[in-house]
């Protein structure tokens, strides 16, 4: 085991050093390196599935530990997954943009006698709500990113908050049985007194009627 989870978390730190190319290369072959990290990213999370059987197989003692190593693992390859996905939405939003620049550069506007303006302001105002659009998700995708990184800070930290609210939950659990117990036991003691008291006022009212 021990060997290939090294040999995967050498992958790991490879893919996340490619990834910082994809800014500067060239838009010609920049899919080309995105195809190439997608096959690795796969690749990993293949070894992952393997490394997840062989930390079952783990003595007792061991298996916890192998099992918090590979799920770190597992965390890191799914984070690159996530920033391979937004880079390529990015740049197919980019793409797609200046396609439509292209088209608007390049169409051909003609007049005819009934109407000699051009209506181009409908198309401009589009352009102009791509590219606010654009830049919503993109602090979208900063955002998401910011409570990606956040979540990981705390993911040691909810391990024992985790542990202790099943404690809290085990007692609470204790705490309603008892209470419906003694809610039970409570209406109980109502039927009682009130029958009894029924019985009282029938029992007085026929030595009354009887006996006098």
């Known amino acids: 085991m021990e060997t290939l989870y090294h040999q995967t978390n050498k992958q790991i730190q490879e893919v996340q050093s490619q990834m910082g190319r994809l800014e500067t290369t060239a838009r010609e072959s920049v899919h080309l390196l995105e195809n190439e990290l997608q096959a690795r990213i796969e690749q990993i999370f293949a070894h992952l599935e393997r490394l997840e059987i062989l930390a079952s197989k783990e003595l007792l003692n061991r298996r916890q530990n192998a ?34 620049r292209e088209e608007l550069m390049s169409r051909t506007f003609t007049t005819n006698e009934a109407d000699t303006s051009i209506p181009i302001d409908d198309t401009l105002q589009f352009n102009s709500s791509l ?9 979208l995708l900063g955002s998401g990113s910011s409570i990606i990184n956040g979540l990981r800070d705390q993911r040691s930290t909810l391990k024992g908050t985790h542990k202790r609210m099943l404690d809290v939950a085990n007692m609470l659990g204790l705490s309603n049985t008892v209470m419906r117990l003694i809610e039970k036991r409570a209406t109980q003691d109502k039927f009682i007194m009130v029958t009894g008291m029924l019985i009282t006022c029938v029992v007085m009212f026929l030595v009354v009627r009887y006996l006098s």
């Open 67 to 100: 099992k918090l190593r590979v799920d770190q693992l597992k965390y890191d390859v799914q984070h690159l997954q996530s920033a391979l996905k937004n880079f390529q939405h990015r740049r197919y939003t980019r793409e797609a943009q200046e396609r439509e």
């Open 131 to 139: 590219h606010s659009a654009h830049r919503g998700m993109d602090d």
